[in-house]
């Protein structure tokens, strides 16, 4: 499992170029993952949301613009750097006064208040929690009963994919990434948690150890990232 702080100082020393180097290296189909977690959320009817390891807002940003001025939406994450980035994107956000963004670690949730969330969100975090089991109960203390957690994360593709999928993740990704962010270390680590992350039945099985009720799952682009929602 990562180690916390090496990881806050790895996000800190690429925040600036957090967003461009997301766009670029998966072809701007983050953009697509984002707006599915944010139907599946708005199917929700939810009134207050909290978007954990929310890094520099943009899931915490597609939710408001989907769900509208009614709701709130709240942002955590435990990188200053990354929550630096967040706000300065949200002065030109139309109703920024409906979202906001907080230092929080998943690993430690004790200073927000237990359940007040009817939706929780965490999207490409999970794989850098030191304690997965640990995260997921955090988390699922954050929501009202009958709430949902929705967990976008990469995952394992479709055996026809993997060959194509793994030659990218090491050569491909690795050589983009050190030219626009000139850290390659950031990167690797990147690649290494992706191959390293389990496929969506021990992540299914792992949030119902951690307490939840039920667990759907979407597998997107060929299985590299999947969406799970569970449920308390």
């Not at 613009?65 to 139309?94: I, T, W, Y």
């Not at 998943?106 to 929780?120: K, N, Q, S, T, Y």
């Amino acid at each position: 499992m990562p180690d916390s702080r090496e990881i806050r100082k790895l996000f800190a020393d690429i925040s600036e170029n957090y967003d461009a180097a997301n766009h670029l290296l998966s072809g701007g189909i983050d953009i697509y993952w984002r707006m599915r977690l944010s139907r599946l959320v708005a199917k929700k009817h939810p009134k207050n949301v909290g978007d954990f390891a929310t890094g520099s807002g943009d899931v915490a940003f597609a939710l408001q613009r989907k769900l509208g001025p009614s709701v709130r939406v709240s942002g955590f994450d435990f990188c200053p750097e990354m929550l630096a980035q967040a706000e300065a994107k949200k002065r030109n956000h139309p109703i920024r006064e409906k979202i906001t963004f907080t230092q929080a670690d998943c690993m430690d949730l004790g200073a927000i208040p237990r359940r007040p969330f009817d939706v929780g969100t965490v999207a490409f975090g999970v794989r850098n929690f030191p304690d997965r089991f640990q995260g997921f109960c955090e988390l699922r203390n954050c929501l009202r009963e009958g709430g949902s957690l929705f967990v976008l994360e990469f995952s394992q593709p479709y055996r026809w994919l993997k060959p194509f999928y793994r030659a990218y993740l090491k050569h491909v990704l690795p050589l983009l990434a050190r030219c626009l962010t000139r850290d390659k270390d950031a990167y690797r680590y990147l690649t290494q948690s992706i191959e390293s992350f389990p496929e969506v039945n021990q992540i299914t099985d792992e949030l119902r150890r951690s307490g939840f009720s039920a667990v759907n799952v979407w597998r997107l682009t060929g299985g590299i990232v999947a969406i799970h929602e569970a449920i308390r």
